[in-house]
């Protein structure tokens, strides 16, 4: 017994083999055997009754190796009993028990042997013991046949009712049938349990039982069991188990076969233990142990909130019982506590999420009859760091209720995740996630039994609080989620419901249970239990058991059996076939493999270690190995193994060697050699196998090993034999070298060449330049005299001249231009044989040079004079460029280009001052400059001559007059400098001569100097206004003022007169208006005012008018700051990356303030901004994160604010599909694919089929493109049905895919079969092919089903059905059909077939071996007996069958095989086989010589031109016999080349020649060799196709094109003899031999010559631009609009450049803000917006003396009408207030009025419009707001009322309690109330004071002030300010001076 954690086995000792019961005669030997195994080996101890047995005389102990056994020698009965083996090592303990039987023997009787030994055992009446296990059926097929499933107490089962259509059909042809099976059992411990079943066959089937899967001999003592059959024929089978125990609880399965087929049933038996007979107290089996000697208890540590895993693995005979028991207590199943046993037998305890509670000692015990034992371990938790400060807490629920699960965590901000065991939960309507500070909360709604389980609470760190949650309902323990089983194992699913006796329901995949044997439904009380016998791949799915409305559901898994890989073939024979071969035989291994198998043979040379395959064949028997198939002569040996889709079996290797010898071939052919005078040559030859040669020269042999003066040199190394020609000499030159050796003979020839001729001047290019007509002498000097020389220009050849002279001198060659030209320029190349010189020529033209002018040219002129600039040049012909200022010019009306000789004129007609510039002509390198100036003549002021001087008085009307030289000549006014604007207060007039600048009524301001300019003259006029002194009256005396900070402070001034000049100082300095300090100004009233006055503005203010001033004491006091918003505290959940903004508004703008986050001052940064913007304060967070959460508060000095934020990560969702269950439906086989969308883009997910995560391979392809991931089967199966699920972090969607089948149908043979006759002993073959590879088929004979045996086989690959009889009788004769599928009519083929006797075949003469030459005919000839047998020919082991080369005869008994026109491939041996008998010759074929009857000749031909050589061979060989080269190398990978034989002829096509085609072409075979030498003349430059003159319209585009004779010619375009580059209105294109221009956007100064120039030729045509006429193309269309839209009016015109003019009703258009004009390439666009009725009319559109088109506009009035009318308000005072209002029309503006006051937006006033939706918001709400609210928009009109409850009035601050003045002054009480505009009283002695020249009373916003004038002592008294029901007094007293 072993014990072990986590799942990790030791090398505990384990039973291979169980002892078995012995049973023997008294006095006879006993022996008792078993296997075991274990690591260290373990310690064996015999044992009986409890004793060890030591060995003796007659008890003898043995071990070898894994084998145990115990001799008892002359057994008798005192030995009978129970014997007990015990294993033991470091790693635990194993036993087993056997008992050993002592019978007496009978007077007279034979002896009986022990059990296990040749004789049978004595059997029972009563009882049948086991003969052999019998083949187990792991994977059952579907059956036709279902068992009963009977009842008995107290379990309830549901009986299938007999004799139902398609249930119980009638067996076919005997196949066994169930009528009974095995009833289902819940039985007590201790009882004896009977299970019977009762079947029926024909023959009889054969029955046996398994357990579990497992036989029960294997698990059991002979004892424990009894197997019984009834009366004969009655098929009665029974299975009796005495004394049960609980390891005896299992599913039982009764087999029952015979030759028709195969049927199971199967039954459950359940346990009930007995309170009598407990296991034992596990501290006392401890103790007991610890006796033995067993080790101290291990110690297992685990994380808390991991899983551990104890096993426990306890062998034993008969089969232990074991109970696992915590710190002494006995363990039974629970939520966190899962027992079972695993599929290697051991027992296994995992604890799920351990807790500190978990500690302890954990024990499995065992015991069974030959003892007990136990294993101990001590569980340690390990606790996190960090812990939950309260953890979650089990709790129960009713079904259909809700749960709820709570938590604290450490602290705020920490995220926390739920799962439910191993699945995490997301927020959704099922599971309420929330969060209150440190409390964390998961709500279960709506409960159901499968919410049953074990929740999870995990924070970071995967720290991990758990709890378990209790469904009460009718289910009490629900289905596990999942449970995997293999492919033939049983599952088991079982449930526990609340009330006894009631019916529940199973289903699979929401379908029902199909009715089958294989599935039994049972309940006991208050279980029921599901059981599937035996599953399959297509049993996996949900099954869910439900019970009323509650269910629960399971998901099964099934997984595939490892395959074992086939044995090794059996009976391996090695001999010797015949002389050089070695013959090879064995058998197929045993047991045959299910599936389809081969064989692979292999190879080794006896002395080496490397094997090499020799075949690969599926059929068993005997195999030639000759000695032509090894590599080289030695010993080999050989092995074989057998290979299936399961594996390769181990090797087996045959008996000895045999010696094979190869037969040379030439693997690497002889080569003619060709080498220069004086080089060596070397001959190479590689053979397959390592034969001595001899070589011969000209027939004469040479010696290996010779001296080295011979002149040659033969080697050999291996396979490979090489002669080496020392020094070779041009009269060596077509020698003939031969080598021989036994079946081999090849010939090469020597060639020997002159040494090739070299160039040795120069060895580098030459770059030569020269001026025209200078001479040029290129010079080139040679290796040696005489040799041919050739020139090339540009690539062609020179051909000698008077201007190109070729002169030749000894090794000089020279090419001579007398007079050089720049035509003659170009690469010139001296080519010599293979080498080159190249020359580089470039031939300049002399320089031009300008002659005039030599120097800058300044040239003046006046307004409209021509003007002409000159320039001459060195000599004419030369292109010039004219620019001006940087930019080349275009010629024009207004500016002419003329060429004259060598003169060229630029000419300005009517030169206008725009026209001058600095312009250059260029020519080459030179340069003229000219320097135009063109100016207006002179503009003088005749009136007035000198400066004039006005004075005026304020308001006077004043008139400056100016007169100039001539009328229309720009004037302008300018003042103090500054040019003037015409306005109301300042006119401009112009008429004739005359210019005036009129003042109607002058200001003191528009007094100054003033100047009326030309351009050449100026005028000045000095104007002085003078004005009347101005006055302050009021105020007289100082003013104080006092205020709060941000409140408006108003000072007012008023003077005499309006207009004024005022100048404002404040502490002595004069004030800068801005937007804190507004100087206002209205008629003589001005005003200074502070809109938010800060402490910092208070001070003396003076406001100084002329010589007059008015003081103002100023005092601004600050209020205490207050945090507005927010008031309380503020809870922010954002997801990660979100941007979080933390908003604080404070009472007043520019208080600091300080932000905190968990107590720390925040720093800013790129993750963490402050901003302030007047009295709000903002932290925002960018792209908040999870560790940025917490609580952040806002500190104001006075009052602080808090924040308390939390971020989480975003969750991975689907979006697409928003179902979480879908069912498709496709075809088999098709395309599938599924998809999904997610968000955000990157999620990761994960796909799943079955419950197992799916892998990307070429049948399953896994896709991601942007948010969407796709799984596609392009070629779906019916096996890749499945349930198939999308898993995101968060989420999950499966797809339920079923794919439906097409019917099958046969597709081969197309029709019936034909009667097939075959011979007794022969093979038979009978095959179709199905449209499905997967369909099931059934072969009948003569209507009986076909079952497979050792000489019939069944086979299935791919498609195709096979029946194979490997050896014919005549009982197989009859009618086969082939049926697919079971269904009733099912498509069926039928074969007949007849087994006839043959006659005994005789083999009268032999073959005869032949040796023929290749091209041949080979004939074979043999003589059978009878006449009439048949002959099957062979050759090297394939059958050959009679075709064109192939002949096949027989006359009489003679059959003879003719191969015609044989080939070295032929050659083998050639086998007659016929029945019984078979006779094999060699044929060997040698090689024909294949020389060349017509051979190549020289050709000379041009570039560009196809070319063909040709020769003629001996005979008509296979494609590619005969090579080609050139220059002695293969021919380039070139598509110009192509080889083409026809019959004897052989040509080789070249496409296409170029120049470096030109060489020596060789044409070759193995035994001749010819050649030819290739010159190409290269082809001169043409003009296949010219250019022709284009004549387009301005704007269009011109195409010139040209083809030439030559392709990638470089050449050059122009225009008007100026280079033309590709840009966006010239494209140059060149493609093989055309070459084009496509000029676009022409205007009329491209008109000219187009050429294109290369250096051997110039093509040309003329290019002419005509103007487009000016006309309007396409015209204007009607509109009608809607009151409000946009509408635009659009035409085109035939050009771009044209000035158009628009016109409505006859009046011209000019833009505006509501109208714009736009010309848009040859488009022009008028544009109306926001049309109104009176925009209707006709417009017209005109250009030119074009036809004007017009078109009519049409406004439609939009009607408006109001959807939703406005609601009425009411709201207090300070509150804000929102109005609605939807009309039917969008973006109709709309205005708002309170009070019949129009509204506009600014201040507490928001107006905004969505759509048809306009609102009006109004913040901080006073009472007089108060009123009705309207809304118009178009004639659509709303209203409403606003009520504004007014808060009551409180005076914020009080005049002093006592205020002392003089007597004679003025007193000054102020207040300041809550709210502007509120009404107070002032009182004395309590009478209302009345306003008068006394008392006054002033009002400014919420401040009121009581100004009590020239004060006497009868004023005193208490004053009081009464504000609602406030009020405040003040004691004045006055004092006398």
């Known amino acids: 017994m072993a014990m072990e954690g986590m799942g990790v086995l030791g090398g505990a000792p384990r039973f291979l083999r169980f002892p078995r019961?012995?049973?023997?005669?008294?006095?006879?030997?006993?022996?008792?055997?078993?296997?075991?195994?274990?690591?260290?080996?373990?310690?064996?101890?015999?044992?009986?009754?409890?004793?060890?047995?030591?060995?003796?005389?007659?008890?003898?102990?043995?071990?070898?190796?894994?084998?145990?056994?115990?001799?008892?020698?002359?057994?008798?009965?005192?030995?009978?009993?129970?014997?007990?083996?015990?294993?033991?090592?470091?790693?635990?303990?194993?036993?087993?028990?056997?008992?050993?039987?002592?019978?007496?023997?009978?007077?007279?009787?034979?002896?009986?042997?022990?059990?296990?030994?040749?004789?049978?055992?004595?059997?029972?009446?009563?009882?049948?013991?086991?003969?052999?296990?019998?083949?187990?059926?792991?994977?059952?097929?579907?059956?036709?046949?279902?068992?009963?499933?009977?009842?008995?107490?107290?379990?309830?089962?549901?009986?299938?009712?007999?004799?139902?259509?398609?249930?119980?059909?009638?067996?076919?042809?005997?196949?066994?049938?169930?009528?009974?099976?095995?009833?289902?059992?819940?039985?007590?411990?201790?009882?004896?349990?009977?299970?019977?079943?009762?079947?029926?066959?024909?023959?009889?089937?054969?029955?046996?039982?398994?357990?579990?899967?497992?036989?029960?001999?294997?698990?059991?003592?002979?004892?424990?069991?009894?197997?019984?059959?009834?009366?004969?024929?009655?098929?009665?089978?029974?299975?009796?188990?005495?004394?049960?125990?609980?390891?005896?609880?299992?599913?039982?399965?009764?087999?029952?076969?015979?030759?028709?087929?195969?049927?199971?049933?199967?039954?459950?038996?359940?346990?009930?233990?007995?309170?009598?007979?407990?296991?034992?107290?596990?501290?006392?089996?401890?103790?007991?142990?610890?006796?033995?000697?067993?080790?101290?208890?291990?110690?297992?540590?685990?994380?808390?909130?991991?899983?551990?895993?104890?096993?426990?693995?306890?062998?034993?005979?008969?089969?232990?019982?074991?109970?696992?028991?915590?710190?002494?207590?006995?363990?039974?199943?629970?939520?966190r506590r899962l027992l079972?046993?695993?599929?290697?037998?051991?027992?296994?305890?995992?604890?799920?999420?351990?807790?500190?509670?978990?500690?302890?000692?954990?024990?499995?015990?065992?015991?069974?009859?030959?003892?007990?034992?136990?294993?101990?371990?001590?569980?340690?938790?390990?606790?996190?760091?960090?812990?939950?400060?309260?953890?979650?807490?089990?709790?129960?629920?009713?079904?259909?209720?809700?749960?709820?699960?709570?938590?604290?965590?450490?602290?705020?901000?920490?995220?926390?995740?739920?799962?439910?065991?191993?699945?995490?939960?997301?927020?959704?309507?099922?599971?309420?996630?929330?969060?209150?500070?440190?409390?964390?909360?998961?709500?279960i709604h709506d409960l159901e039994a499968d919410d049953d389980g074990i929740y999870l609470c995990e924070m970071r760190g995967r720290v991990r609080t758990v709890a378990t949650v209790a469904v009460r309902g009718p289910i009490r323990r629900r289905l596990p989620r999942k449970l995997d089983?293999?492919?033939?194992?049983?599952?088991?699913?079982?449930?526990?419901?609340?009330?006894?006796?009631?019916?529940?329901?199973?289903?699979?995949?929401?379908?029902?249970?199909?009715?089958?044997?294989?599935?039994?439904?049972?309940?006991?009380?208050?279980?029921?239990?599901?059981?599937?016998?035996?599953?399959?791949?297509?049993?996996?799915?949900?099954?869910?058991?439900?019970?009323?409305?509650?269910?629960?559901?399971?998901?099964?898994?099934?997984?595939?059996?490892?395959?074992?890989?086939?044995?090794?073939?059996?009976?391996?024979?090695?001999?010797?076939?015949?002389?050089?071969?070695?013959?090879?035989?064995?058998?197929?291994?045993?047991?045959?493999?299910?599936?389809a198998y081969s064989y692979r043979l292999e190879r080794q040379e006896v002395g080496t270690d490397a094997w090499a395959q020799c075949l690969t064949t599926e059929a068993a028997g005997a195999v030639e190995v000759p000695g032509d198939s090894v590599p080289t002569e030695g010993d080999y040996r050989f092995r074989l193994s057998v290979v299936s889709e399961h594996g390769q079996s181990p090797y087996i290797l045959f008996p000895g060697s045999v010696h094979l010898v190869p037969t040379a071939r030439v693997q690497r052919a002889l080569q003619d050699v060709c080498v220069r005078e004086g080089d060596d040559a070397t001959f190479f030859l590689e053979l397959s196998t390592a034969v001595q040669g001899t070589w011969f020269l000209n027939g004469t042999e040479l010696k290996a090993g010779g001296p080295e003066s011979q002149g040659y040199l033969v080697q050999q190394q291996g396979t490979q034999h090489n002669l080496l020609l020392r020094a070779t000499r041009l009269q060596d030159s077509g020698t003939l070298v031969t080598f021989l050796c036994p079946g081999v003979h090849v010939s090469a020839t020597l060639h020997v060449q002159e040494p090739p001729v070299r160039i040795v001047l120069p060895q580098e290019k030459v770059s030569i330049e020269a001026m025209s007509p200078e001479r040029l002498v290129l010079t080139c000097e040679l290796s040696r005299a005489g040799a041919p020389v050739h020139w090339y220009k540009d690539g062609l050849e020179i051909e000698e001249s008077k201007a190109l002279i070729l002169e030749n001198e000894g090794l000089q060659c020279?090419?001579?231009?007398?007079?050089?030209?720049?035509?003659?320029?170009?690469?010139?190349?001296?080519?010599?044989?293979?080498?080159?010189?190249?020359?580089?020529?470039?031939?300049?033209?002399?320089?031009?040079?300008?002659?005039?002018?030599?120097?800058?040219?300044?040239?003046?002129?006046?307004?409209?004079?021509?003007?002409?600039?000159?320039?001459?040049?060195?000599?004419?012909?030369?292109?010039?460029?004219?620019?001006?200022?940087?930019?080349v010019v275009k010629e024009s009306d207004s500016l002419v280009l003329e060429r004259e000789g060598p003169c060229c004129l630029l000419t300005l007609p009517s030169a206008q001052p725009q026209d001058g510039g600095r312009f250059v002509c260029e020519a080459g390198d030179n340069l003229a400059v000219f320097n135009v100036t063109i100016t207006e003549p002179p503009v003088r002021i005749v009136q007035p001559q000198d400066e004039v001087f006005l004075t005026a008085m304020t308001s006077e009307r004043v008139v400056l007059m100016c007169q100039v030289s001539r009328p229309g000549a720009l004037v302008g006014w300018y003042k103090n400098g500054m040019e003037v604007k015409e306005s109301k207060d300042l006119v401009l007039e112009s008429e004739g001569l005359q210019h005036r600048l009129v003042l109607p009524?002058?200001?003191?301001?528009?007094?100054?100097?003033?100047?009326?300019?030309?351009?050449?003259?100026?005028?000045?006029?000095?104007?002085?206004?003078?004005?009347?002194?101005?006055?302050?009256?009021?105020?007289?005396?100082?003013?104080?003022?006092?205020?709060?900070?941000?409140?408006?402070?108003?000072?007012?001034?008023?003077?005499?007169?309006?207009?004024?000049?005022?100048?404002?100082?404040?502490?002595?300095?004069?004030?800068?208006?801005?937007?804190?300090?507004?100087?206002?100004?209205?008629?003589?009233?001005?005003?200074?005012?502070?809109?938010?006055?800060?402490?910092?503005?208070?001070?003396?203010?003076?406001?100084?008018?002329?010589?007059?001033?008015?003081?103002?004491?100023?005092?601004?006091?600050?209020?205490?700051?207050?945090?507005?918003?927010?008031?309380?505290?503020?809870?922010?959940?954002?997801?990660?990356?979100?941007?979080?903004?933390?908003?604080?508004?404070?009472?007043?703008?520019?208080?600091?303030?300080?932000?905190?986050?968990?107590?720390?001052?925040?720093?800013?940064?790129?993750a963490l901004v402050l901003e302030s913007e007047g009295p709000h304060h903002r932290l925002v967070l960018p792209a908040a994160q999870p560790q940025d959460g917490g609580e952040f508060v806002c500190d104001a000095g006075d009052d602080s604010a808090f924040f308390l934020v939390t971020v989480t990560v975003p969750p991975e969702r689907i979006v697409r599909p928003s179902a979480r269950f879908l069912q498709l439906q496709f075809r088999s086989p098709g395309r599938v694919e599924l998809r999904c969308e997610v968000a955000p883009v990157g999620a990761r997910v994960c796909w799943y089929k079955d419950g197992l995560e799916v892998e990307a391979s070429e049948d399953l392809k896994l896709g991601a493109e942007g948010p969407v991931r796709t799984l596609t089967l392009p070629h779906a199966r019916p096996e890749d049905a499945g349930e198939y699920v999308c898993e995101t972090r968060d989420e999950a969607v499966s797809f339920d895919v079923r794919l439906a089948e097409s019917p099958v149908q046969f597709l081969l043979p197309e029709v019936a079969p034909s009667p097939l006759s075959v011979s007794r002993g022969e093979q038979l073959v009978?095959?179709?092919?199905?449209?499905?590879?997967?369909?099931?088929?059934?072969?009948?004979?003569?209507?009986?089903?076909?079952?497979?045996?050792?000489?019939?086989?069944?086979?299935?690959?791919?498609?195709?059905?096979?029946?194979?009889?490997?050896?014919?009788?005549?009982?197989?004769?009859?009618?086969?059909?082939?049926?697919?599928?079971?269904?009733?009519?099912?498509?069926?083929?039928?074969?007949?077939?007849?087994?006839?006797?043959?006659?005994?075949?005789?083999?009268?003469?032999?073959?005869?071996?032949?040796?023929?030459?290749?091209?041949?005919?080979?004939?074979?000839?043999?003589?059978?007996?009878?006449?009439?047998?048949?002959?099957?020919?062979?050759?090297?082991?394939?059958?050959?069958?009679?075709?064109?080369?192939?002949?096949?005869?027989?006359?009489?008994?003679?059959?003879?095989?003719?191969?015609?026109?044989?080939?070295?491939?032929?050659?083998?041996?050639?086998?007659?086989?016929?029945?019984?008998?078979?006779?094999?010759?060699?044929?060997?074929?040698?090689?024909?010589?294949?020389?060349?009857?017509?051979?190549?000749?020289?050709?000379?031909?041009?570039?560009?031109?196809?070319?063909?050589?040709?020769?003629?061979?001996?005979?008509?060989?296979?494609?590619?016999?005969?090579?080609?080269?050139?220059?002695?190398?293969?021919?380039?990978?070139?598509?110009?080349?192509?080889?083409?034989?026809?019959?004897?002829?052989?040509?080789?096509?070249?496409?296409?020649?170029?120049?470096s085609d030109q060489g020596i072409y060789s044409c070759k075979s193995h035994h001749d060799r010819t050649q030819a030498r290739l010159l190409v003349r290269p082809e001169q430059l043409k003009v296949r196709h010219r250019l022709e003159d284009v004549v387009v319209t301005e704007g269009g585009s011109a195409t010139f094109q040209l083809e030439l004779s030559q392709s990638g010619v470089v050449g050059e375009w122009a225009r008007g003899g100026v280079r033309l580059e590709p840009g966006r209105n010239c494209q140059i294109s060149a493609q093989g031999h055309n070459h084009s221009l496509v000029l676009s956007g022409l205007g009329l100064a491209d008109t000219g010559t187009v050429s294109f120039t290369t250096d051997t030729l110039r093509c040309a045509a003329r290019l002419e631009v005509k103007e487009i006429p000016l006309a309007i193309v396409r015209g204007l269309q009607d509109l009608e609009v809607m009151e409000g839209d946009s509408a635009t009016f659009e035409c085109e015109l035939s050009r771009t450049q044209a000035d158009l003019t628009w016109d409505k009703d006859g009046q011209e258009l000019s833009p505006s803000p509501r109208l714009r004009i736009q010309a848009l390439g040859s488009r022009r666009l008028l544009q109306l917006r926001h049309c109104s009725p009176a925009d209707a009319g006709t417009y017209r559109c005109s250009v030119g003396n074009a036809q004007a088109t017009t078109a009519r506009l049409t406004v439609l009035k939009r009607e408006v009408s109001v959807l939703l009318e406005l609601k009425p308000v009411r709201a207090r005072e300070g509150d804000g207030a929102t109005f609605k209002c939807t009309v039917s029309e969008p973006d109709i503006p709309g205005c708002w009025q309170l009070g019949g006051r129009i509204l506009r937006p600014g201040g507490r006033v928001r107006i905004r419009q969505e759509g048809n939706m306009?609102?009006?918001?109004?913040?901080?709400?006073?009472?007089?707001?108060?009123?009705?609210?309207?809304?118009?928009?178009?004639?659509?009109?709303?209203?409403?009322?606003?009520?504004?409850?007014?808060?009551?009035?409180?005076?914020?601050?009080?005049?002093?309690?006592?205020?002392?003045?003089?007597?004679?002054?003025?007193?000054?009480?102020?207040?300041?109330?809550?709210?502007?505009?509120?009404?107070?009283?002032?009182?004395?002695?309590?009478?209302d004071l009345p306003p008068g020249p006394k008392y006054e009373f002033r009002s400014h916003g919420v401040t009121h002030s009581l100004i009590i004038h020239n004060v006497q002592p009868t004023d005193e008294g208490t004053y009081c300010c009464q504000a609602g029901e406030d009020s405040a007094s003040t004691n004045l007293l006055v004092e006398s001076e």
């Open 1001 to 1166: 009524a002058v200001r003191p301001q528009d007094g100054g100097e003033f100047v009326c300019s030309t351009r050449d003259d100026s005028a000045f006029f000095t104007v002085t206004v003078t004005d009347p002194p101005v006055r302050i009256i009021s105020p007289q005396d100082t003013v104080s003022v006092a205020a709060l900070s941000s409140e408006p402070v108003v000072l007012m001034c008023e003077l005499s007169r309006a207009g004024a000049p005022v100048r404002w100082y404040k502490d002595g300095l004069e004030v800068e208006e801005s937007k804190a300090l507004v100087l206002e100004s209205e008629g003589p009233h001005h005003r200074l005012v502070l809109p938010a006055a800060q402490p910092q503005d208070g001070g003396e203010f003076v406001c100084k008018a002329g010589e007059d001033s008015a003081f103002f004491k100023v005092t601004i006091t600050e209020p205490p700051v207050r945090i507005l918003f927010p008031q309380d505290e503020v809870s922010l959940a954002a997801v990660s990356s979100e941007r979080v903004i933390l908003m604080c508004e404070l009472s007043r703008a520019g208080a600091p303030v300080r932000w905190y986050k968990d107590g720390l001052e925040v720093e800013e940064s790129e």
């Open 21 to 335: 019961p012995v049973r023997v005669v008294s006095g006879t030997d006993a022996i008792l055997r078993c296997c075991l195994t274990g690591s260290p080996p373990p310690t064996v101890l015999w044992e009986k009754d409890g004793q060890a047995l030591e060995a003796s005389s007659r008890l003898r102990l043995q071990t070898e190796g894994a084998e145990h056994s115990l001799l008892v020698r002359g057994a008798g009965a005192p030995d009978a009993g129970v014997y007990v083996c015990r294993a033991q090592n470091s790693s635990g303990e194993a036993y087993a028990a056997a008992a050993l039987t002592i019978q007496e023997q009978p007077p007279d009787a034979a002896p009986i042997p022990a059990e296990g030994s040749s004789n049978s055992a004595e059997e029972s009446p009563s009882s049948v013991p086991l003969r052999g296990p019998l083949p187990l059926a792991r994977t059952l097929s579907p059956l036709h046949t279902a068992s009963t499933c009977l009842s008995s107490e107290p379990a309830q089962t549901h009986t299938l009712p007999q004799g139902i259509p398609g249930l119980l059909p009638e067996p076919l042809g005997g196949s066994p049938m169930f009528l009974e099976g095995p009833q289902s059992q819940w039985v007590q411990q201790g009882e004896e349990v009977v299970l019977t079943c009762r079947v029926r066959g024909q023959p009889e089937p054969a029955v046996h039982w398994e357990k579990d899967g497992r036989l029960l001999e294997d698990i059991w003592e002979s004892s424990h069991f009894c197997l019984a059959e009834g009366p004969v024929g009655a098929g009665v089978h029974e299975l009796r188990i005495r004394g049960i125990r609980l390891p005896d609880a299992g599913v039982y399965v009764c087999h029952a076969s015979n030759t028709h087929g195969h049927v199971v049933a199967a039954a459950l038996l359940q346990i009930q233990p007995s309170p009598d007979a407990p296991l034992g107290s596990p501290r006392q089996a401890q103790r007991d142990s610890a006796g033995q000697g067993s080790p101290a208890p291990k110690s297992f540590w685990v994380s808390e909130g991991k899983h551990a895993k104890f096993r426990c693995y306890v062998t034993g005979k008969p089969e232990p019982e074991t109970e696992w028991h915590w710190e002494g207590h006995p363990l039974s199943p629970g939520r």
């Open 814 to 887: 020279r090419l001579v231009i007398p007079a050089a030209q720049p035509q003659h320029g170009g690469e010139f190349v001296c080519q010599a044989g293979e080498d080159s010189a190249f020359f580089m020529v470039t031939i300049k033209e002399p320089p031009v040079r300008i002659i005039f002018p030599q120097e800058e040219v300044s040239v003046a002129a006046e307004s409209s004079e021509r003007v002409v600039l000159r320039c001459e040049l060195s000599r004419a012909g030369v292109p010039v460029l004219w620019s001006r200022d940087g930019m």
């Open 485 to 595: 089983v293999l492919e033939g194992e049983n599952a088991v699913l079982s449930v526990e419901v609340g009330e006894a006796e009631v019916l529940g329901h199973w289903t699979r995949d929401g379908q029902e249970l199909p009715a089958s044997p294989r599935i039994l439904q049972t309940s006991s009380n208050h279980t029921h239990t599901l059981v599937l016998v035996g599953v399959t791949r297509q049993d996996a799915g949900v099954v869910t058991f439900s019970l009323g409305p509650s269910h629960t559901s399971s998901r099964l898994r099934v997984k595939c059996v490892k395959q074992v890989p086939p044995g090794p073939p059996v009976a391996v024979e090695l001999g010797t076939g015949g002389s050089n071969a070695a013959l090879l035989s064995w058998k197929p291994p045993v047991p045959t493999p299910d599936t």
């Open 1814 to 1887: 306009h609102s009006l918001m109004l913040n901080e709400l006073q009472a007089e707001d108060s009123g009705e609210i309207q809304f118009q928009a178009g004639q659509a009109k709303s209203s409403t009322q606003l009520e504004v409850e007014a808060l009551p009035l409180q005076i914020c601050r009080k005049p002093p309690r006592e205020k002392t003045v003089l007597a004679g002054r003025r007193a000054a009480l102020e207040v300041t109330v809550s709210r502007a505009g509120g009404h107070v009283r002032w009182l004395l002695g309590g009478v």
């Open 340 to 443: 079972y046993r695993d599929r290697d037998g051991g027992f296994v305890l995992k604890v799920l999420y351990c807790q500190p509670a978990d500690c302890g000692l954990y024990v499995c015990a065992a015991r069974n009859t030959a003892g007990h034992t136990l294993s101990a371990v001590q569980l340690h938790v390990r606790e996190p760091r960090v812990r939950f400060a309260v953890p979650l807490e089990d709790v129960e629920g009713e079904e259909h209720g809700d749960a709820v699960l709570e938590c604290q965590v450490p602290s705020r901000g920490i995220t926390t995740t739920w799962y439910r065991e191993d699945q995490r939960l997301l927020p959704s309507p099922k599971y309420e996630m929330g969060e209150a500070g440190v409390i964390r909360r998961l709500i």
């Open 1326 to 1555: 009978l095959s179709c092919e199905l449209s499905r590879a997967s369909a099931p088929v059934f072969w009948n004979l003569n209507g009986s089903r076909v079952l497979e045996d050792g000489n019939l086989e069944l086979r299935s690959e791919g498609p195709r059905r096979l029946l194979l009889i490997r050896a014919a009788h005549p009982s197989h004769s009859g009618n086969y059909t082939c049926q697919a599928g079971s269904d009733p009519g099912a498509p069926t083929l039928t074969f007949p077939v007849q087994v006839t006797e043959p006659p005994q075949v005789k083999l009268v003469s032999e073959l005869t071996p032949l040796t023929i030459q290749e091209g041949d005919d080979a004939t074979f000839r043999c003589e059978v007996s009878p006449p009439d047998a048949e002959i099957t020919w062979l050759l090297n082991g394939t059958s050959v069958t009679p075709s064109s080369r192939v002949e096949i005869s027989q006359n009489g008994p003679n059959h003879t095989l003719t191969l015609q026109g044989c080939r070295m491939s032929d050659s083998g041996m050639v086998t007659a086989r016929t029945t019984g008998a078979e006779t094999t010759a060699r044929l060997h074929v040698r090689e024909a010589e294949l020389l060349f009857l017509r051979r190549l000749q020289d050709v000379r031909t041009e570039e560009g031109q196809d070319l063909c050589m040709e020769v003629e061979t001996s005979r008509v060989g296979v494609k590619g016999i005969v090579s080609w080269f050139r220059g002695g190398k293969p021919l380039p990978e070139d598509d110009r080349f192509s080889v083409v034989q026809d019959g004897r002829v052989h040509r080789l096509i070249i496409r296409k020649v170029t120049v």
